[in-house]
């Protein structure tokens, strides 16, 4: 019988007498989001990070996990790579970022942040799960987790052993509409996790003189496709500098409508959850 009492799942689960999830006696985790794409580089650790920033904006207390073992690009983006995370009896104690974020990844637990992790599937799979059992993260309304790429054994492991309460897909314009991508929505279904909504990045190109939108791809099956699988696009992003600049600048640089843009995915997630 599973441990129940602070499972994020408990009110809907019907599945107490099989699952084997286990949980941290010292956390409450109200609401947990995978960030999830079919393939890697779309910009998944981007969107997690900003995702997790307009939460935070919004007054709620907020984590992220870098369960991307083998690229973990999370500490760049808050700009805590310098840090290193410590652990006390009751476990490890992620860093707070600027903003007030709990974070973990392994490379704020490895000595130096440009060594590799040589390491086989099952180790990596049991890093992730040390992440919700063994770290602190005590009271958060949402905790995000960037998700490795694809459709692989770690990926396979967060959505078995940590309670998901739904996915949020990465994915480009060029493969919106892609096998690999429906392989990652077939694969959370499979697993009955619900899919909140996908997030197109690099939509289009804004032209820094005029503004204008340059729309590279012209994704005319994107519909259907998003129809088929009962889907909803809950946000579509700009290639643009201030987003690919945040490891260095932070949100400071951050424009107006991509400000809006995250405003409006967290109030889809905020809304979609309650
Ligand atoms: N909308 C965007 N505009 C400009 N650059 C972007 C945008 N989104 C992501 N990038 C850049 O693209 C690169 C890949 O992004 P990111 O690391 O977030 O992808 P990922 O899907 O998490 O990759 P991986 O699967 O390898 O971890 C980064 O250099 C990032 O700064």
């Known amino acids: 019988m599973a441990d129940c009492n602070n499972c994020p799942a408990k009110d809907n689960c019907t599945s107490q007498d099989i699952c084997t999830i286990k949980n941290n006696p010292y956390n409450f985790v109200k609401n947990i989001i995978g960030v999830m794409s079919g393939k890697g580089g779309v910009g998944k650790s981007t969107i997690s990070a900003l995702i997790a920033k307009d939460l935070k904006n919004k007054g709620y207390r907020v984590g992220v996990m870098d369960a991307d073992i083998t690229g973990p690009s999370i500490p760049r983006l808050f700009q805590i790579e310098d840090k290193r995370a410590a652990a006390n009896e009751k476990g490890i104690i992620p860093i707070t970022t600027k903003e007030g974020i709990k974070v973990i ?26 992440f919700w059992t063994d770290v602190l993260w005590e009271e958060l309304d949402y905790l995000i987790i960037d998700m490795p790429p694809g459709t692989g054994d770690v990926a396979l492991t967060v959505m078995q052993s940590i309670p998901l309460s739904g996915i949020i897909m990465v994915s480009v314009p060029q493969d919106l509409v892609s096998m ?95």
């Open 105 to 130: 990844s392994l490379n704020l637990l490895m000595e130096e942040e440009d060594k590799p992790v040589i390491w086989r599937g099952p180790i990596l799979s049991g890093i992730v799960q040390q």
């Open 180 to 274: 690999i991508v429906a392989k990652a929505i077939n694969m959370t279904k499979k697993l009955n996790i619900p899919i909140l909504g996908i997030v197109e990045n690099m939509s289009y190109v804004l032209c820094p003189d005029c503004n204008k939108r340059i729309q590279i791809f012209d994704g005319e099956n994107t519909d259907q496709f998003l129809k088929e699988y009962g889907l909803s696009l809950i946000g579509e992003l700009p290639m643009v500098k201030d987003i690919a600049n945040i490891s260095v600048n932070g949100n400071s640089e951050l424009t107006d409508e991509v400000r809006n843009i995250f405003d409006s995915i967290s109030n889809r997630i905020i809304t979609t959850l309650n």
